[in-house]
C-alpha cells in the first residue's frame, strides 16, 4: 500500500537488522483486546477486524500445515484510525477461516517514519533460503518478504519466522530487491514447481508495470519481464498477484451432479491487481487477467478488463499460500481508500472479507459466447455458528398487491445468510415505461425505515443495490459513500419452460454484505452503515409488476456464533 | 442500437426497396413540432432534442460542405416515450453545434417489425458507388450505411441521398452486407486516404468483436480482420468507430501561448467502442482505443482500458465525417439505457451531448508516467448566446466559517456555464479523519434544497458528484438511477508555489450537466432531475477545512439564446 499524497519530512531509514525504538507502544492493542473496548456489538461475526486501529490490506496470507491454522497478515496501525507511518503488519489466525484469533503486531518497520508495507509469505521447505536449520519443520520454514517504505524509496526486504509465524527475524542484507524507486512494491512470491524457482509479482506502481523477478534462494532475485497497460489504470498499480487456479470444464447448472463428476480438471494462471485511486466507480477496485506463465512471462489470452468483485469494498485481494490440496483461497480488504477511515465505527477501522475459493469456469455472459471466468465462492464453516431461526419458501409469485415480509428478530446479531432464486417472465411486462423491478429489502430491526435495498430489474437486466437509506450522517452526505450500485447479470440457468432464473447467495455481517451470484460467476461486496444496533433482520419481497417474478426458492437463515 | 431482450412474433423483412406501409404516423412528430407541446420549458436550450418521441444513438453525422450545415441522424422513434420497433432514423441540422433544427424521419426500416438501426453517412465525392450523377454536387453525394434489423437478421444496407440529406433512397441490392448474424451492427465508414478505400467497423455484437471490412465502391465489402476482447466486455459491444486524431504534442499550460504555436501536429488512430449494459458504473458506457491502423487492421497500443466519458450519460458516440479541417467532432448520446425510457420528461425522451473536439495530448495520470489521452472540449459558439448575468471572482480563500453563496436568478433559462479553478494546499489538512472538501452547490432557483453537488475531496483526490438531492421519485426511489459519482482527478498543474491547481469547465442545460475536467483530459456527462423550473441558478462554494482551498479563478455565467 501506498497512502496517496503523503509527504515526508526526510529521514534516513536504518536498514538491516531492525532496532525498532519507536514512541508508540506496540503492547496497546494487545492490552485493548483483552479489555472490552467500544461498540462491540457492532463488529462483524465471522469477518476478522482487528480489537483496534486502523488496518488495511491483507498480506502474507499462508496455511500451516503443521498446525492446520490459516495465517492472516496485514496493514495495521494500532494507535490510530487513519492509515500513516509507521505502519505494521498485524497477525491473526483462523483455524476455520470464519472464527479468528488476534495476535497483534508481527513485523515492523526500520523506523517510525517507514512502513512494513504489503508483501507475502512462503513456506521454504527445502531451506532455499538458508535461514532455517533442523529445528524448524519443513512446513513451518516462514520466509516474508516485503516492502519496507522508507522516505527515499520503496525496496524489497526478507524477514522469517521461527515460531510458526508470530515473531520475525529480519535478514541482514536487506533490502534483497531495490531498484532506487519510490514507487516499487507489494511483492507476491510464489514457487514454480516448472523451473524450480521462486517468481516474484510486485509493481512497478506508477509505471502502470506488474514486473516479475525469479530467485533460488528468495534472496537474489532476477528481472524477467513487465506485465504492462492491461485493465483499468487509474492512479496507480498495486498489489499484483500470481496464481494457478483450478480450471472446472463443466459446471452446468442443468446438468445432474453425476455429470459433474466427470469434469476434467485443468489450470490457467490467473494474475490479480488492484488499482487506487482511479476505479470507474470510484477509489479501489481489484481486476484479474487470465493468461499462461512459463515461469518468467505472463501472457493475458486476451485484453479484455474484468473485476474480481464488482462492489466498492474489495480491495488487494492475496491468495493463500501452500494451501491443503492447492486450492486457491483468497481474501480482500473489505473497504475502499476513498471512504475507508471515515466509516462510523470504532475502535477498528475496516474489515477483510470472507475467505473465497477460486475457480476458473466456462460462463455465457450473452447467448452467443462462451469464456472463462473466476467463480468465487465465500468459505463459511457453519460447524462453528448455531442457525437461530430459519425461513425457506419455494414458488411464491409476486404481485404488486402486497409485498411479503418475514421477520427474523428473535436473537438478532446481524449475520444472515440467504439464497434467493428467481425465474423472470418477461413477456407479462405490459409496459416498457417504468422499471420491472423486484426488490428484496432487508430492514433493521430496531428500525425499518433504514434498509438495505436489493433487487433485480428487467429491462436493464440489473441486480440493483442501494446502501444509502440510513439516518447516519455519514452515509447521507458523504459524497465519496456512492449509494447506488448497478451490477448487469447473465441468467444461472434456462428453465425448463424457457425461462431465464438468477441466482443470488448473501451474507450479512453486521455491516458488510457480501453477494455471490450465480454460483460466484460474479460478486458484490459493499460495506453499509445504519444507526447502532440496528441490525438487518425484516426480509421485504415485493414486485412493480404482477406475474413476471417467481420466487423459486427463498432460504435465509439468521445465524449466530456458538 | 440494440434493444435488449426485444422478442419479435417472427415476420418476414421484405428487402430490396422499401414500401414503407405503417400504421405508424410519420407526420405525427412534424405535426407536434409546429404546435406548443407539454413540458417546453424544461427542454435544453443548446443540446439536441427531438420535439416529441423517444431518441438515443447519434448516427450519419457529416459536415455538408456546400450548404456548411452540421446534419446529426439519431435512432428515433415518434410515437412511444421509449424504445421498441419500428425504428427510424430521425434527423436534424445545425449551423454552429449550439442551435438545432429538427426535420423529423429520414430513414426508415423495411417494414414495422424491423428497424433502421445505427449507422453512419459518407460524402462519396467520386461517385465510387455509381449512386450519383452530374446533377449532385460532389459535396452533397451521401450515402448512408446502416444495420437494417429484421426479425431474422441484422444486415447491413446502403441509401443514399439526392436532396442533401432530407429523403433517403434505398439501394435495390440491399443488403450490402449480411453474414446471417442476429447480431451484428452499426456500421461507421471513413474513407481511408492511404489505401484508397472505403473502411467499415462494425460489431459482432456478442462475440466481443469489432469486424473491420474494406470496399472500393460502398457497395462490396471485404473482411480485413477483427478487433476483439478489449476493454471491458460487458454484455455485448455496440457502435465502434474508428477515427485519425490529431496529436497536440506540446499542451503544458505551465507554458505560453507562444510555446504552444510551435507545437507539432500529429496523428494516431483512435477505435471507439460502446458497450451496454454491463458498464462498471451501470448500464451504458463508451470506451476507446489508441494505436495505428493500416488500412486493414487496428493495432492497440496497450491494452489499457479508458473510457470516452466518465459520467453515467454519455453513450454511442459517433464523430462527424467529412469536416471542415479534418477535426475530430463527436457528439454522443446523453442517457443510459438503464433509466432513459423514466427520465420524468415529455413529450421527449432524452437528449444529445455537446459536439466536442477531440484531440489526443500527453497527460500525467501520476508524477511518473506519461500517456496519451483523449482530450474532449465542447463546442458552443456563443455569438448565439446572451451571458444575461455573470459572476467574476478571484483569489477566493474558503473557510469552514461561511459558505459564499451567488445568486443568479434574474431571467433564469437553466443555462450556466462555468469555470473553477482551485489549488488547494494539503499541508493545511490538520486531520485525516475526516474528508477534506470543497463542495460547490448548484441550487435550484425556486427551491434551493434541491441542488447538485459538485466537489473535490482532497484525499482521495476525487471530484464527486451527486445529483440525487432531489425530490422526484425517479430520483429518490429508482435504483438504477445511480446518484453519486465519483471521479479521481489529477493535478491541473503545479502552480509557482509548488501547489497542485485543479480546474473543472461546466455547462449546466436544464438537465444535463457537462464536466470537463482540466482542459478536457477527463469529462463526466450526467443528467438530472428537479421539480419542474427549478432550474439551476444559485452557486453555493464551502469547504469543510480551513485554508486548504483557494478558488484561484471562478467564473459563472448565465446564458440565454438570442
Same mark, same amino acid.
Given at each position: 500500500m501506498k497512502i496517496l499524497g503523503f509527504t515526508l519530512t526526510a529521514l534516513c531509514a536504518a536498514l538491516g537488522v531492525h532496532a525498532y525504538n519507536s514512541a508508540y507502544d506496540l503492547t496497546l492493542n494487545r492490552t485493548a483486546m483483552n479489555s472490552s473496548v467500544g461498540h462491540e456489538t457492532? #463488529?462483524? /461475526? $465471522? !469477518?476478522?477486524?482487528?480489537?483496534?486501529?486502523?488496518?488495511?490490506?491483507?498480506?502474507?496470507?499462508?496455511?500451516?500445515?503443521?498446525? %492446520?491454522?490459516?495465517?492472516?497478515?496485514?496493514?495495521?496501525?494500532?494507535?490510530?484510525?487513519?492509515?500513516?507511518?509507521?505502519? +505494521?503488519?498485524? !497477525?491473526?489466525?483462523?483455524? =476455520? /477461516?470464519?472464527?479468528?484469533?488476534? !495476535?497483534?503486531?508481527?513485523?515492523?518497520?526500520?523506523?517510525?517514519?517507514?512502513? &512494513?508495507?504489503?508483501?507475502?509469505?512462503? $513456506?521454504?521447505?527445502?531451506?532455499? %533460503?538458508? *535461514? *532455517?536449520?533442523? %529445528?524448524?519443520?519443513?512446513?513451518? #520454514?516462514?520466509?516474508?518478504?516485503?516492502?519496507?517504505?522508507?522516505?527515499?524509496?520503496?525496496?524489497?526486504?526478507?524477514?522469517?519466522?521461527?515460531?510458526?509465524?508470530?515473531?520475525?527475524?529480519?535478514?541482514?542484507?536487506?533490502?534483497?530487491? =531495490?531498484?532506487?524507486?519510490?514507487?516499487?512494491?507489494?511483492?507476491?512470491? $510464489?514457487?514454480?514447481?516448472? @523451473?524450480?524457482?521462486?517468481?516474484?509479482?510486485?509493481?512497478?506502481?506508477?509505471?502502470?508495470?506488474?514486473? $516479475?523477478?525469479?530467485?533460488?534462494?528468495?534472496?537474489?532475485?532476477?528481472?524477467? %519481464?513487465?506485465?504492462? !497497460?492491461?485493465? +483499468?489504470?487509474?492512479?496507480?498499480?498495486?498489489?499484483?498477484?500470481?496464481?494457478?487456479?483450478?480450471?472446472?470444464?463443466?459446471?452446468?447448472?442443468?446438468?445432474?451432479? &453425476?455429470?459433474?463428476n466427470s469434469s476434467s480438471v485443468d489450470f490457467k494462471w490467473v494474475m490479480f491487481l488492484s488499482i487506487n485511486p482511479g476505479a470507474p466507480t470510484g477509489g479501489s477496485v481489484n481486476q484479474y487477467f487470465i493468461g499462461d506463465f512459463d515461469g518468467k512471462t505472463f501472457t493475458a489470452d486476451d485484453s479484455a478488463s474484468r473485476f474480481v468483485d464488482n462492489g466498492k469494498d474489495f480491495y488487494a485481494m492475496q491468495t493463500f499460500s501452500d494451501t491443503p490440496t492447492n486450492e486457491v483461497v483468497g481474501l480482500a480488504w473489505a473497504s475502499n481508500w476513498d471512504y475507508g477511515a471515515y466509516v462510523p465505527i470504532t475502535p477498528w477501522k475496516t474489515s477483510m472479507t470472507l475467505a473465497r475459493n477460486l475457480t476458473l469456469r466456462p460462463y455465457k455472459p450473452n447467448p452467443e459466447s462462451s469464456q472463462l471466468t473466476l467463480y468465487s465462492e465465500p468459505i463459511i464453516d457453519h460447524s462453528i455458528l448455531n442457525t @437461530?431461526?430459519?425461513?425457506?419458501?419455494?414458488?411464491?409469485?409476486?404481485?404488486?398487491?402486497?409485498?411479503?415480509?418475514?421477520?427474523?428478530?428473535?436473537?438478532?446479531?446481524?449475520?444472515?445468510? *440467504?439464497?434467493?432464486?428467481?425465474?423472470v417472465n418477461a413477456t407479462a411486462i405490459t409496459s416498457k415505461k417504468s422499471p420491472a423491478a423486484?426488490? +428484496?429489502?432487508?430492514?433493521?430491526?430496531?428500525?425499518?425505515?433504514? *434498509?438495505?435495498? /436489493?433487487?433485480?430489474?428487467?429491462?436493464?437486466? &440489473?441486480?440493483?443495490?442501494?446502501?444509502?437509506?440510513?439516518?447516519?450522517?455519514?452515509?447521507?452526505?458523504?459524497?465519496?459513500?456512492? @449509494?447506488?450500485?448497478?451490477? +448487469?447479470?447473465?441468467?444461472? #440457468?434456462?428453465d425448463q419452460d424457457g425461462l431465464p432464473v438468477y441466482k443470488v447467495h448473501g451474507i450479512v455481517d453486521k455491516d458488510i454484505v457480501e453477494l455471490f451470484f450465480n454460483d460466484g460467476s460474479s460478486t458484490s461486496t459493499n460495506t453499509f452503515y445504519m444507526s447502532e444496533e440496528n441490525f438487518l433482520g425484516t426480509v421485504e419481497l415485493s414486485s412493480s409488476v404482477d406475474d413476471v417474478f417467481n420466487v423459486l426458492n427463498l432460504e435465509i437463515k439468521q445465524l449466530n456464533t456458538m
Open positions: 457492532n #463488529r462483524p /461475526l $465471522i !469477518h476478522y477486524t482487528p480489537r483496534v486501529g486502523w488496518m488495511n490490506d491483507p498480506n502474507g496470507l499462508f496455511f500451516d500445515e503443521e498446525t %492446520s491454522l490459516w495465517h492472516v497478515y496485514y496493514q495495521y496501525k494500532p494507535d490510530a484510525l487513519v492509515a500513516g507511518l509507521p505502519i +505494521f503488519w498485524g !497477525h491473526a489466525t483462523s483455524k =476455520d /477461516l470464519t472464527s479468528w484469533v488476534d !495476535h497483534g503486531v508481527a513485523i515492523e518497520p526500520a523506523d517510525d517514519v517507514s512502513g &512494513a508495507f504489503s508483501g507475502s509469505i512462503v $513456506i521454504d521447505r527445502n531451506n532455499t %533460503s538458508g *535461514f *532455517f536449520d533442523n %529445528s524448524t519443520l519443513p512446513g513451518q #520454514r516462514i520466509v516474508a518478504l516485503y516492502t519496507e517504505d522508507s522516505s527515499s524509496k520503496q525496496s524489497q526486504f526478507a524477514a522469517y519466522s521461527l515460531d510458526g509465524g508470530y515473531t520475525f527475524n529480519y535478514y541482514a542484507q536487506n533490502p534483497v530487491l =531495490d531498484i532506487n524507486s519510490t514507487q516499487f512494491r507489494d511483492p507476491k512470491v $510464489i514457487w514454480h514447481d516448472e @523451473t524450480q524457482r521462486w517468481v516474484m509479482t510486485l509493481a512497478l506502481s506508477q509505471e502502470y508495470k506488474i514486473q $516479475i523477478y525469479t530467485s533460488k534462494n528468495l534472496k537474489t532475485w532476477n528481472f524477467q %519481464s513487465n506485465f504492462s !497497460h492491461y485493465g +483499468f489504470l487509474g492512479y496507480q498499480y498495486e498489489c499484483p498477484g500470481l496464481s494457478k487456479v483450478p480450471v472446472l470444464q463443466s459446471v452446468d447448472p442443468n446438468t445432474t451432479l &453425476a455429470s459433474n @437461530t431461526q430459519s425461513i425457506k419458501k419455494a414458488s411464491l409469485n409476486l404481485t404488486t398487491e402486497e409485498s411479503v415480509f418475514y421477520h427474523l428478530t428473535k436473537t438478532a446479531k446481524g449475520l444472515l445468510e *440467504f439464497t434467493l432464486e428467481w425465474k423486484m426488490t +428484496f429489502n432487508l430492514r433493521g430491526i430496531e428500525d425499518e425505515e433504514e *434498509f438495505l435495498k /436489493l433487487g433485480y430489474e428487467v429491462n436493464s437486466g &440489473a441486480f440493483f443495490l442501494d446502501r444509502g437509506i440510513s439516518d447516519l450522517d455519514f452515509v447521507r452526505f458523504n459524497p465519496l459513500f456512492t @449509494t447506488r450500485l448497478v451490477h +448487469f447479470l447473465e441468467p444461472y #440457468r434456462i
